[in-house]
């Protein structure tokens, strides 16, 4: 179709062949499709077509269990002669401690670690915002550690095999063969861990600027959508008070 052709009546159209396709899928799917189209229709003809979002179910964000990151880290801790699990182990923790996003992670050159303030300058954002985040002391020793074995002089996160930056796939790949050789029972994807850090930061009264500032959110509104309590929380509270 031609871009000026396009109009509410021809999105409506779409919509609705959208949901004979696929009668599940969300309002949140379609709302995503329709701001694609308005924002090619606007880039490419300056046309601006007004369409009310629809109406969103929120959804609780799923955390990974302490104790499955227990498991995880115990795996590690008990194979550390392999380089490659070295590596994999410090993506693991860093993801736990900070919240990168998986692009901001596998992008980490070593010249951007403090290694005194257990501090990292993370340059390559999402919004091309720099900002700081932090990890602990355990990490700081595993990290200086594995650069020294792998010889790193660059990036932290390479492939052994051709010497290039890791790619998000690859992460991908590696979470869903660790969450299969430890028989774990849900996802572990990298931005499961992010969300697992933000949701552990606000249930410790962890101030929400400062949750938005590291996790790189330009807007407050974003990081609020992490004021849930997740069912374990829930639980131990109604316990608690229903002495159950």
Avoid at 120 to 146: A, C, D, P
Avoid at 153 to 158: D, K, P, Q, R, S
Avoid at 204 to 221: A, D
């Amino acid at each position: 179709m031609k871009c000026t052709e396009i109009d509410r009546e021809m999105l409506l159209d779409f919509i609705i062949k959208q949901r004979d396709r696929n009668p599940d899928i969300s309002n949140r799917t379609l709302n995503k499709y329709v701001l694609t189209l308005k924002q090619a229709l606007k880039y490419a003809c300056d046309i601006d077509i007004h369409f009310d979002k629809m109406p969103e179910q929120k959804k609780i964000i799923e955390t990974i269990p302490e104790s499955m990151i227990t498991t995880i880290f115990n795996y590690y801790e008990n194979n550390q002669s392999n380089i490659i699990l070295q590596r994999n182990y410090i993506m693991f923790r860093l993801l736990n401690e900070t919240g990168l996003r998986i692009t901001e992670l596998l992008n980490l050159k070593i010249s951007d670690f403090d290694f005194n303030s257990y501090s990292i300058h993370v340059k390559k954002t999402k919004t091309n915002v720099e900002r700081y985040v932090f990890y602990g002391e355990k990490t700081n020793l595993l990290i200086n550690r594995y650069i020294m074995s792998a010889k790193l002089t660059n990036h932290l996160f390479i492939d052994f095999v051709t010497g290039d930056i890791i790619k998000d796939y690859t992460l991908e790949s590696i979470c869903q063969r660790l969450r299969d050789k430890l028989s774990l029972n849900q996802s572990i994807s990298p931005h499961k861990w992010r969300h697992t850090f933000a949701t552990r930061f606000v249930q410790k009264n962890g101030n929400l600027e400062v949750l938005r500032q590291i996790l790189g959110h330009t807007s407050i509104s974003t990081t609020q959508k992490y004021l849930h309590i997740n069912k374990d929380a829930l639980r131990d509270e109604y316990v608690r008070v229903s002495k159950i």
